[in-house]
């Protein structure tokens, strides 16, 4: 039988290869007790960070995000025009310069109307990923460090909801708590969260198994505490990824349904109700700024919060911060 | 000892001339392999020994072009076989060799092995892949005869089971069997038994002295242990920080170690067969090979080196110290510190003077 | 620690003299239940630690060593109860810990600590050396803030290294420093009792000598008992007193290091000593190795009797009737119906 002792020196050539890398690309050695240390400690938190700031898109797109968000926070100076204001005189007229990307079939500024939608599509964003990740963070954290039944009470759960027909149930929830940010919110974080609690379920299992949950067990520690203080901050790094990931994936269903006008109701402005208007040909052959501007804010966003998580996800590799 | 190995006018099997391999990473260049010279006769043992970040394993892989071409690097060089560079031939030449000419044992066999094969049909395809001519049932017969060469129980059965039903013994019984299937002239074997219980260690130690007499190829044997290195190998190069600090016949590393690496090395191994009050530990930790300093490798951990300016500004060349090659510019006083450092320990740490 | 014999409920804190008895374990018995995945059936169990009964008295060390699938890093964990035993009872000054739940053994897990093998899965990667090695101490709440960060320094000091390291991250540091750091973590409670399982198997060979005598002056500074669990078996002889050595689940001898080394009784234990590659090349050929035949049997289905016979080369009918106990002169006993002559 096999044994796992050994300084590591399986031929493997990978691994190998891996452990020269980041035996170089290590903060400092500590050569001898008597080195006195000159940089400062490195956190794989802060490491993490530094491994971020290279990878290019990544920065751009968190960039972008930031610039987008300043927009939307401070909307009404931003906008040139009231979102919800009606001039008659022009219904669909193609880009002016008192209205930069034209006017909608209600005579609405198409910019104005952008810029405030992204207030919309970015609350959601943020406020549907958070609360998935987080009810989805405590159950599997929960079901994969105490594992037994609560663990298979809690799949099972997580079963039940990934199998709910998406479109059926969003219709039924909608028409019950009526159209609005809150209902797509709460609509959207009841499909995402089992995917963040299968994640974060299948990381409790991996640490879990790390020898300092061991050591910190031999100690008296509670379970709670293990799961707070250990298992928590080895789960957070992928954690963002997922959450950026789920936050994208809400932007794109409040898109989708305010385009079904099963979300945010007209006059407010939102990406989606934008492109309700793309409905005919005609609108899409004649008038692209009723359509291009709303499509390609939604596809440039989402993209943008893709390229973020790509980033975390190099960034916080769990192969180099051993 | 082999008379062939005792005679070295014989012309080498495999020779290294001045070896480099560097691993380049985002931030820093890893200077794995720092100008490794050494050669094997035909038939001879060769131990290499050394412990992580040593280059031992990295060195004996670029050999076979084993090595992913980014990140590494490998310079230097002839690295002759059979009257050819290894290190500018043609990668479809190379496949050649490797396999039948040079084979290889790793120290985990599961990385040698695809688990969804059966282990009778990879060594069979190992024959095949080097000579066509071979009938699907003569490689058959092969295959089964040589896991009986092995010491593999029932090898007809066993020729049609995967690997993970094979034990760890037996597994590394299979990778010798695939390895010399080919009659190589030359075989690596990498930490063959590091990961083995004990007891199965010496069972594979005997088995690969067996097929070494049988097929009468020379062997380099990569590991850490002093122990076993002091059971099969002829001569014993001791590398550290990615060279060479040693090179010596097997007698002669044991008896009057020539550098302070070695030294520390045998001082600090605990034995079952002579008692020892404590055990000599080299201080300091093995360097980060991205950041080494410019001297001797070593120095910084080394009791004869004593801050000595040489040893921090020049690295020092192998040079003949006896019937030993030293890396060492205080190689004279290795006998003071011999006698020191078996002071410490308790006992005569050089071999037949107990 | 002060000495206070009032009450029984202190007396577990209490330092004994070295030689008292410490640890006494009696028939202890671990099972792992062998599950069919689909219908998670229970197929049979495999017994890790088939009834083995050993001591443990203050200061000493006590080796156990044997391969893989002999128990022994299972009853390390077992003696701590990290592993739930199915039987048996383990006696830490005369409390038998095996019938206690999680609330009760907490006072007692003060005085009984691990040091584990892997030094890189072993200390949380995200927390600093300080926070892994004051955990414990936070846990039971023994310190806090300046008196904590004191003991901090003084623990990193007693295992050789600087109070600057504590606010350094695991990854900063080699293999064998780490090491360093988990011993500390582990004495930072003032233990009597150190369970080490595999301590040193994954370090380099230079620096296992380090960590080794590092481990040597503590257990005299401090007065330490240690369990130490190991597969090589030259460590194990070095620093340890006595010596259990473990096959397939039991124990097959036990004895001081130097009876063991120079009058092994058992065959197993012969064949142990021999196999292990010595670092003298004038003993080659000698022709006193002895080879065992065969690997180890499954533990899942041990072999009647003397669970060694398959492999024995003295091996007779009695042998796969009757299974031998532990049986000899004082210290130095063992488990077979033909021991070596002294």
Not at chain 1, 160 to 188: H, Q
Not at chain 2, 119 to 142: F, K, L, M, W
Not at chain 3, 10 to 18: F, G, K, Q
Not at chain 3, 126 to 148: C, D, N, Q, W
Request: hydrophobic share 45%; proline share 6%; with cysteine.
């Amino acid at each position: 039988m096999i044994r796992q002792d050994g300084p590591g020196n399986r031929l493997d050539v990978d691994a190998m290869v891996e452990a020269a890398i980041s035996a170089g690309e290590a903060a400092i050695e500590i050569q001898s007790v008597d080195d006195v240390v000159a940089l400062p400690p490195r956190s794989p938190f802060r490491i993490g960070i530094r491994r971020f700031m290279k990878h290019r898109l990544a920065l751009i797109s968190l960039i972008y995000l930031a610039l987008l968000g300043l927009m939307a926070v401070f909307a009404p100076i931003v906008a040139p025009a009231n979102p919800n204001a009606v001039d008659l005189t022009s219904l669909r007229s193609a880009p002016t310069s008192d209205h930069l990307l034209g006017t909608d079939s209600a005579g609405r500024d198409v910019l104005s109307r952008i810029i405030f939608g992204a207030r919309v599509s970015l609350t959601v964003g943020t406020a549907a990923a958070v609360s998935a990740a987080g009810l989805g963070t405590l159950l599997g954290l929960i079901a994969g460090f105490t594992r037994g039944w609560v663990d298979t009470i809690i799949m099972r759960l997580v079963d039940i909801f990934l199998s709910f027909p998406s479109l059926i149930v969003i219709l039924l929830l909608v028409a019950i708590l009526g159209p609005s940010v809150t209902t797509i919110v709460i609509v959207i974080a009841f499909f995402e969260w089992p995917t963040a609690c299968r994640i974060v379920r299948q990381m409790t299992l991996a640490l879990r198994e790390h020898d300092f949950v061991l050591a910190a067990r031999a100690s008296g520690s509670s379970n709670f505490r293990i799961m707070r203080r250990h298992i928590l901050s080895g789960v957070v790094s992928p954690l963002t990824v997922v959450t950026t990931l789920l936050s994208a994936q809400a932007i794109l269903l409040e898109a989708a349904l305010s385009f079904l006008g099963l979300g945010v109701r007209p006059p407010q402005a939102s990406w989606g109700g934008m492109l309700n208007e793309a409905q005919s040909i005609t609108v899409l052959e004649r008038f692209p700024w009723l359509w291009l501007p709303p499509g390609i804010a939604i596809a440039s966003t989402v993209l943008a919060i893709n390229f973020i998580g790509d980033g975390l996800r190099d960034a916080f590799d769990p192969r180099q911060t051993r | 000892m082999t008379a062939v190995a005792q005679n070295r006018t014989i012309a080498p099997l495999l020779a290294v001339n001045d070896l480099h391999v560097e691993f380049r990473g985002d931030e820093r260049t890893v200077h794995a392999v720092r100008g490794v010279s050494w050669d094997i006769r035909p038939g001879e043992v060769l131990g290499i020994v050394g412990e992580s970040g040593s280059g031992k394993s990295v060195s004996v892989s670029s050999i076979l072009g084993l090595l992913p071409s980014p990140p590494a690097v490998v310079t230097g060089g002839p690295i002759v076989f059979q009257g050819r560079d290894l290190l500018t031939m043609p990668e479809r030449d190379l496949r050649a060799i490797r396999g039948k000419e040079i084979a290889m044992i790793f120290q985990d066999p599961m990385t040698a092995f695809n688990p969804v094969r059966t282990i009778g049909r990879q060594i069979a395809e190992a024959i095949r892949v080097h000579d066509r001519s071979v009938s699907r049932s003569t490689a058959r017969d092969r295959s089964t005869a040589l896991l009986a060469m092995v010491g593999v129980p029932s090898p007809e059965a066993r020729f049609n089971q995967f690997p993970h039903e094979y034990s760890g013994g037996m597994r590394q019984r299979a990778m010798i069997a695939m390895a010399i299937a080919n009659q190589p002239k030359l075989l690596i074997a990498d930490e063959p038994t590091t990961a083995l219980d004990v007891t199965i260690q010496a069972q594979i130690l005997e088995l690969l002295e067996m097929v070494r007499k049988e097929t009468d190829a020379a062997t380099i044997l990569i590991t850490h242990d002093l122990g076993v290195i002091a059971e099969v190998a002829d001569r014993v190069l001791v590398m550290y920080a990615g060279k060479v600090v040693e090179s010596t016949s097997i007698l002669p590393l044991f008896q009057s170690p020539r550098h302070p690496y070695t030294l520390g090395l045998l001082g600090s191994l605990p034995r079952v067969d002579v008692r020892m009050d404590s055990l000599y530990s080299i201080p300091g930790q093995p360097p980060n090979m991205a950041l080494l300093p410019p001297g001797c490798a070593f120095a910084p951990r080394c009791s004869l080196s004593r801050g000595r300016s040489e040893c921090r500004e020049r690295p020092p060349e192998l040079t003949r110290s006896g019937d030993s090659l030293s890396a060492c510019h205080f190689v004279a006083e290795m006998d003071q510190l011999t006698r020191t450092v078996s002071e410490e320990v308790g006992t005569d740490i050089r071999v037949g003077n107990e | 620690m002060t000495v206070t014999k009032t009450s029984v409920a202190n007396d577990i804190h209490a330092r004994l003299e070295p030689g008292e008895e410490l640890l006494r374990v009696e028939d202890l018995a671990v099972e792992f239940p062998i599950r069919s995945t689909i219908l998670r059936r229970t197929l049979g169990t495999v017994k890790a630690v088939a009834g083995i009964s050993f001591d443990l008295r203050a200061g000493e060390t006590l080796g156990m060593v044997g391969e893989s699938g002999c128990g022994k890093s299972t009853t390390g964990l077992a003696v701590l109860r990290l592993i739930e035993a199915s039987g048996g009872s383990i006696s830490f000054h005369g409390h038998n810990l095996a019938a206690m739940g999680e609330a009760e053994l907490r006072p007692f897990r003060r005085e009984m600590q691990i040091v584990l093998q892997d030094p890189y899965s072993s200390l949380d990667p995200r927390l600093t050396v300080r926070s892994i090695i004051g955990e414990p101490i936070r846990v039971h709440g023994m310190a806090e803030g300046k008196a904590l960060r004191e003991r901090v320094d003084q623990l990193l000091e007693l295992v050789g290294l600087r109070p600057e390291h504590g606010s350094r991250f695991p990854h900063e540091f080699s293999g064998g420093q780490r090491q360093r750091i988990g011993i500390a973590r582990a004495l930072s409670l003032g233990p009597q009792l150190l369970v080490l399982d595999e301590p040193v198997s994954a370090l380099d060979v230079s620096i296992q000598a380090q960590i080794v005598n590092l481990l040597e002056r503590l257990q005299s500074e401090l007065n330490l008992a240690y369990l130490f669990i190991a597969h090589d078996l030259s460590v194990v002889n070095h620093i340890s007193d006595r010596i259990a050595v473990m096959y397939l689940g039991r124990i097959v001898e036990v004895g001081t290091s130097d009876e063991l080394k120079t009058s092994p009784r058992h065959p197993y234990t012969r064949a142990l000593l021999s196999a292990v590659p010595v670092p003298d090349p004038t003993r080659r050929g000698l022709g006193r190795r002895i080879v065992l035949e065969g690997d180890v049997p499954s533990p899942a289905s041990p072999p009647t009797g003397c669970r060694f016979r398959t492999r024995c080369w003295k091996a007779q009918d009695i042998c796969a009737e009757i299974e031998p106990t532990l049986d000899g002169v004082s210290t130095h006993i063992a488990a077979c119906h033909f021991p070596e002559s002294a």
